[in-house]
């Protein structure tokens, strides 16, 4: 009978091992820099031909971003926009951690005409 319970406690601790570690807020801007900027636009404003075509969401709008909670961001990110064909699905590629970092210290600070983009690479 003893053999459950430390079973239990060596699949717990493996599960929760085998989970990626959460993304840095540079990797995020970089993941932003590399995924997002064709419909967002490089600081997040949407302004591009292609964001405005799409219907990016301008994250610079202060406005528009208040109407729009830290879930329901979170959400879109995680499923994307009808069915991933308008903006894809990242729910593989970020975990649940990574997606709520992207929305707290990324997406809420982006500033109209300040690229997203890792530290390194902004001041250049």
Do not use: W, Y
């Not at 993304?23 to 590399?34: G, H, I, P, T």
């Not at 292609?50 to 909670?69: N, P, R, S």
């Amino acid at each position: 009978m003893r053999i459950v319970p430390a079973l239990s406690s060596l699949l717990l601790a493996t599960s929760l091992g085998a989970q990626a570690p959460v993304k840095s807020v540079d990797e995020l801007r970089a993941f932003f820099a590399q995924n997002c900027v064709k419909c967002h636009g490089p600081d997040g404003s949407a302004h591009s031909a292609e964001g405005k075509k799409l219907g990016g969401f301008d994250f610079t709008d202060a406005k528009k971003a208040a109407k729009e909670t830290d879930a329901e961001m979170e959400k879109t990110i995680r499923k994307g926009i009808f069915f991933g064909l308008v903006m894809p699905s990242f729910k593989d590629r970020l975990s649940e951690a990574d997606i709520a970092l992207m929305v707290k210290e990324v997406v809420r600070k982006a500033e109209k005409g300040k690229a997203i983009a890792p530290k390194q690479e902004a001041g250049r």
